[in-house]
């Protein structure tokens, strides 16, 4: 998730601080209160307040609408290249749209439940769909060579797996960097390993008691990190599943995001305002387990790690300003 | 053995326990009977970020000296038949008072097994206005073996968000996606202890 769902990320001032350079500044098309920065950094999905979704090149300004109002968008990703897009529907289906200039679409009917949680693997094969309330599921979005001059109905994704919960939905997902293994935690609080060449389950985790709203590997895919409500990071080792250890607890916030920075050793986590603390950003060190908060001037409404750099996006009114830290 | 109302009003037919009228077939009369005890499914709401494993089974919330007025929340969980669901297990929680949750412990959390009657009742406090939320509301989650768990919140019909008119202003919470959870509220006990009683039923489906 490279957009940040908080309404105002308010981050801290430092004494490390981070120094920030403007990369591009955006004329947007509307008044938004959310956008998703493409993994390249060249692209921004910038959802509309009527619900809207439109694509908007950072560099040159040009916008396209692959979205109406009235559609029902709730969530939106890009997939790992940037190239594709996918939307999810409050009705319960998925779209996967071209992003890089096609018109190309796909849009199919998932489940009947609204759609809160979508991740693409590494390798573009699959799309994780996380219903609400329901479990989750694994569509194979490849194009079928089969079915490349079928009706539109032979060419649509076919579900792969189902990746149960005991109950509630599943709240975050992350693969491996090689694709091999997908992790999964649900609203019932159980984090499962799996083997994405069967979909079997091949590990669990019943060790948190509360929500887990975030998962991240680092990028040598040795580590998996984990936060949430518990406020806090986990640090799992990923060859034995065995937690390594944990961030101390932060009282009153929770954690929304995670990322980590091209060093493969720095993670950004982003603590929204479910707790009663306000929105903040940190940066941890994932080596020595200390942290330094990331100072900005204007609460950001999006970002993520673009070349191993942290970019982060903020608006006034329909300007958008994306800058880089150092 | 276990019959449906179907199995068990065609075998009292078959052995002369009941007397039909000719006019009137069996599996007509059993679809009037089921009919009329079906109950429909608890609507979902949000299970929130808050939610916490391992709550302690107890009955009492609120401990003395507690802000806040007391509150009794009860009521039976049914399956959609109208039967009793006998073996299920019910977390609820809530803030406190001042609209605080409690992460760190398990204050205003429990977990509850209805037993055989399928019953349930504790005694806690009006919760507070949560700043990120619009209304009063209470969590609830029920599984029980061979159902489908029900995730839901009960609000209050007193609430001053509905401005005393909830069927016409429930959907001022966006959360709220059912008149039905917005419950009436009864106000009992004596001028020196008032006491706001919720009853609040749950039906469940069978898997």
């Known amino acids: ?326 | 053995m276990n019959f449906t109302r179907r199995e068990l009003l065609e075998r009292c037919a078959a052995f002369g326990a009941i007397t039909l009228a000719s006019s009137i077939p069996v599996s007509a009369l059993a679809a009037a009977w089921d009919n009329a005890e079906k109950k429909q499914p608890t609507p979902f709401c949000e299970l929130g970020p808050f939610y916490k494993r391992e709550a302690p089974n107890t009955s009492t919330l609120r401990a003395p000296g507690d802000a806040g007025m007391p509150l009794t929340l009860s009521g039976v969980v049914y399956d959609v038949r109208g039967e009793i669901v006998p073996d299920s297990k019910l977390e609820i929680w809530q803030t406190d008072n001042d609209g605080h949750y409690d992460i760190e412990g398990y204050r205003y959390r429990t977990l509850l097994q209805p037993g055989t009657k399928g019953a349930y009742a504790i005694e806690s406090v009006m919760p507070g206005h949560y700043p990120t939320r619009v209304c009063q509301h209470v969590h609830y989650l029920l599984t029980a073996p061979g159902h489908k768990p029900v995730i839901t919140q009960l609000y209050f019909a007193t609430d001053p968000v509905f401005d005393g008119n909830p069927d016409k202003n429930y959907t001022r919470d966006p959360l709220i996606t059912s008149r039905e959870l917005v419950r009436p509220v009864v106000i009992k006990g004596d001028p020196k202890q008032i006491i706001a009683a919720v009853n609040f039923d749950l039906v469940m489906e069978t898997l």
């Open chain 1, 1 to 326: 998730m490279r957009r940040l769902s908080v309404a105002a990320l308010v981050l801290c001032t430092s004494t490390m601080v981070l120094a920030a350079q403007p990369v591009a500044k955006v004329q947007l098309p509307c008044e938004s209160n959310s956008q998703e920065l493409s993994p390249n950094g060249s692209q921004l999905a910038v959802q509309c307040k009527d619900h809207s979704l439109l694509l908007v090149e950072v560099f040159g300004g040009s916008a396209r609408t692959v979205i109406s109002a009235g559609q029902g968008l709730n969530t939106f990703v890009y997939s790992p290249s940037g190239a594709q897009l996918a939307a999810g529907f409050t009705d319960g289906s998925v779209e996967v749209i071209g992003a890089g200039g096609t018109a190309s679409k796909r849009h199919w009917k998932a489940d009947s439940h609204r759609i809160d949680l979508l991740y693409f693997s590494p390798d573009y094969k699959y799309l994780f769909v996380g219903p609400v309330d329901s479990p989750g599921q694994v569509w194979d979005i490849r194009e079928r060579a089969c079915c490349k001059n079928q009706p539109k109905e032979d060419a649509l994704p076919a579900k792969a797996a189902t990746l149960p919960v005991d109950f509630g939905g599943i709240s975050a997902v992350a693969a491996s960097p090689d694709g091999k293994l997908l992790v999964a935690v649900g609203d019932d609080t159980v984090l499962r390993w799996y083997d994405t060449a069967s979909w079997q389950k091949t590990r669990y985790y019943r060790g948190f008691l509360l929500e887990t709203f975030a998962l991240h590997f680092t990028t040598d895919g040795k580590q998996l990190l984990a936060g949430g409500a518990d406020a806090r990071l986990t640090i799992f080792d990923v060859a034995s599943g065995k937690q390594l250890r944990q961030t101390p607890s932060e009282a009153g916030a929770s954690v929304a995001f995670i990322d980590v920075l091209g060093n493969g050793q720095t993670a950004v986590v982003y603590f929204d305002d479910a707790g009663e603390k306000p929105p903040h950003a940190l940066l941890w060190d994932l080596a020595t387990l200390t942290s330094a908060p990331i100072k900005a001037d204007a609460p950001p409404t999006c970002g993520g790690v673009v070349a191993g750099k942290l970019q982060v996006c903020t608006v006034d009114g329909k300007t958008l300003t994306l800058s880089q830290y150092q």
